[in-house]
Structure formats: structure tokens, C-alpha cells
């Protein structure tokens, strides 16, 4: 089939989200890809994250991408003392209470990601255009109606208001994301300016530029940057959180050298970004150790 045919046809399928996820993911990484999926013998690191979403259903995974239950973890294995502060957390907008938060603080939804509203000054707030926008955010489950990401299915939809972090004299937070492979981390992602002029790039744990992206040149950091003090601190914490699972991508901040918990997820950009160069792909895809699914099983739901 010519592709140009092939691409409509896969358009209006991947609209079709009620699908199987067998049939469904196949559709939805070959539209964004341009590449075949192989379940049977995933390759290439986007693959294997793929093969995760179909096969890979620990219920921990729901407590984990859960931006509130996932303190309850962190507090277990790293201690409370590296999560943000909270103000509280709502099922329904109306029920935050603005009159009693500071100044400055952080709306996110517990169920998705970037889903945040970040406010610096409670004076100039909006708050029945914010409570407008909530209501938008907890109507739907982003990641797994769009990308059928298995772990967010049964996160309930939920409201976390935080503390409002920063650095010094920094417009927005750095984002210091590890990749840890079955509890190892092997090189890390930074994100400067998200504000201003969004950049990221990957990073040996030397802090020298890694050789691959998946972002345009014009958005990825050209130039090496200073380490965190405290670097050493955060690859352990995302070793301790990341152990037993194949592949978890642990995020942290570093507020004036202290280690603030971020996020913790197992689909980057929904497994659909490619590296630049190709080669990565599968030089990362290689330190997935993918479990093995028995004969007749379905989904592999503990972990080792």
C-alpha cells in the first residue's frame, strides 16, 4: 500500500481508541513512528515502552503516575523530608480553598502530566476561568484515552495544590529526569527555561552532553551546563525508587542544593519519540531487559 495511503488509513484508525491495545498501540506507533511495532520482539527503546503499555501491568505502576499517591511511595523508600509540600488535594475545584493559600502556589491534576497552573501572585488570579480550566482537567483521562498508557486507567482524576518552588534568581525550575533501567540510572535529561525558552538535552553523569535527542536542534541545550551539588543524592534516590521495574524515568528538583521529588513515569512522551541519530534507539532500547511472558498469560502483573 503506498504510504501516503497507508498514513490515511492510519489516521482514522488510531481515532479508534475503544480498539484492543494489541491492535490499537500497532496503529498508534506506526502513525507517530512511521515504524512497525513488533510485539513479539520489541527492539528499539520506543518499542519496548509499547510492549510495557500492553503486557506490563503491575497495580503499583496506578499508585506511581499518581502525582498524590505516589508521596505515599516516596515517603517509604526515600523519606518525606524530599516531597514538596502541599497544600492539599480536591476532587472538585470549588472545594480548594483560595482564600487560605499563599501568594504563590501550584494546581496540577493528579492524573496526568502538564496539567499545571502555576500561580505567582494569588491577587491577579482568575479563580472562576482557573476553576473552569480544572473542571476541563479532571473530565478526561489524558495519557490513557490518547495513548492508551496502561498505568494511568484507573488514577482517579484529582486536584494537588503544592508549594511554589524556585531556584535563586531562576524564572522556572530545572528538571533533572534519570533513566533507570531494572534500578540502575544510566544518563539523565535536563530541561532549562520551560518558561522562557524550553530546552532540554541528555547527560552522562559527568555532566558532558550525550550525542542524541529527540527534540529539533532549536530546542535542545547546545552547550554543557553545571552539575547539581547534590547529583550524587538524586541518582541514588532514583535507583532506591526505580528498583524491580524494567524502565521508569524518575524526575527530581534541586532547590539551592536540596533534592525535591518530581514525577516518576513509564512512557515518556508516550513511547512515540524517536532518538536522533536513529542508532539510539536501539543502543537505549538494549538496556531494557523486557520481561518474559509465560505461555497464556496476558499481562505480567507483579513485580520481580
Not at 215 to 222: D, R
Amino acid at each position: 500500500m503506498p504510504s501516503i495511503i497507508r498514513r490515511f488509513f492510519l489516521r482514522h484508525l488510531r481515532k479508534m481508541r475503544s480498539l484492543p491495545p494489541k491492535i490499537y498501540t500497532p496503529i498508534s506507533y506506526e502513525y507517530y513512528t512511521g515504524k512497525k511495532l513488533n510485539l513479539k520482539n520489541p527492539i528499539e527503546f520506543n518499542e519496548k515502552l509499547q510492549w510495557m503499555k500492553v503486557y506490563y501491568h503491575p497495580k503499583v505502576l496506578t499508585q506511581l503516575v499518581d502525582k498524590y499517591a505516589v508521596r505515599a511511595y516516596v515517603e517509604e523508600k526515600i523519606g518525606a523530608q524530599y516531597l514538596n509540600q502541599i497544600y492539599g488535594v480536591y476532587d472538585k475545584p470549588e472545594a480548594i480553598p483560595f482564600e487560605n493559600l499563599p501568594n504563590k502556589f501550584v494546581v496540577k491534576a493528579t492524573h496526568t502530566s502538564s496539567h499545571n497552573l502555576i500561580v505567582t501572585d494569588k491577587t491577579k488570579l482568575n479563580k472562576k476561568k482557573a476553576i473552569k480550566l480544572f473542571y476541563k482537567w479532571l473530565g478526561k483521562n489524558q495519557y490513557y484515552r490518547i495513548g492508551q498508557e496502561w498505568a494511568y486507567k484507573d488514577v482517579p482524576p484529582r486536584l494537588i495544590v503544592e508549594k511554589f518552588l524556585k531556584d535563586d534568581d531562576k524564572n522556572s525550575l530545572i528538571d533533572y529526569k534519570f533513566y533507570c533501567f531494572n534500578g540502575t540510572a544510566k544518563f539523565l535529561e535536563v530541561h532549562l527555561d520551560r518558561a522562557d525558552n524550553h530546552k532540554r538535552g541528555f547527560y552522562d553523569f559527568d555532566f558532558k552532553l550525550l550525542p542524541f535527542r529527540y527534540v529539533s536542534l532549536e530546542k535542545s541545550i547546545s552547550s554543557d551546563i553545571k552539575k547539581p551539588r547534590n547529583l550524587n543524592e538524586m541518582i541514588k534516590f532514583a535507583e532506591i525508587l526505580s528498583a524491580k521495574f524494567p524502565f521508569v524515568r524518575v524526575d527530581f528538583y534541586s532547590i539551592k542544593g536540596k533534592t525535591i521529588f518530581g514525577e516518576m513515569t513509564f512512557y515518556p512522551s508516550d513511547g512515540r519519540k524517536d532518538f536522533i541519530p536513529e542508532k539510539y534507539n536501539k543502543i537505549i532500547g538494549d538496556y531494557i531487559s523486557i520481561p518474559k511472558l509465560e505461555s497464556g498469560q496476558q499481562a505480567i502483573t507483579k513485580t520481580d
